[in-house]
């Protein structure tokens, strides 16, 4: 399995912008899609971004489209999620993972979570 650890959360106000990083450990890394999850207080976990291993194809969900950039270099085993014109309703803790595709939206492939890290939006 891949374990992930993520960093660069912080708080910014609206229209603000954050980049977080992922740091994955796994010798197989560059075989797996990996993307971004956040969940919000009284919501379930969701899909926010994801890039395939080799060809680096991203896919966004409507909510982030337009305003999030995610990347990775697979020599140094990293994602990274570039997010401008933050919103209040980004706020939430953000976590990295392996994804698989799931119908029409992506979803981890494995059970664990890293720690996640707090982004907070301000209005």
């Known amino acids: 399995q891949v374990q992930a650890v993520e960093s660069g959360g912080g708080s910014v106000q609206a229209g603000g912008s954050l980049r977080l990083s992922c740091t994955a450990s796994a010798r197989t890394f560059s075989a797996y899609v990996m993307g971004w999850f956040r969940q919000t207080p009284g919501k379930e976990r969701e899909f926010v971004a994801a890039?395939?291993?080799?060809?680096?194809?991203?896919y966004y969900s409507d909510s982030v489209r337009g305003r999030f950039t995610i990347s990775r270099d697979n020599a140094q085993k990293t994602v990274t999620l570039q997010m401008n014109s933050l919103q209040p309703e980004d706020t939430g803790v953000y976590y990295c993972a392996p994804t698989v595709a799931y119908g029409n939206t992506w979803r981890p492939a494995f059970s664990s979570w890293g720690p996640g890290t707090q982004v907070t939006v301000s209005s």
């Open positions: 890039i395939t291993a080799i060809t680096l194809n991203t």
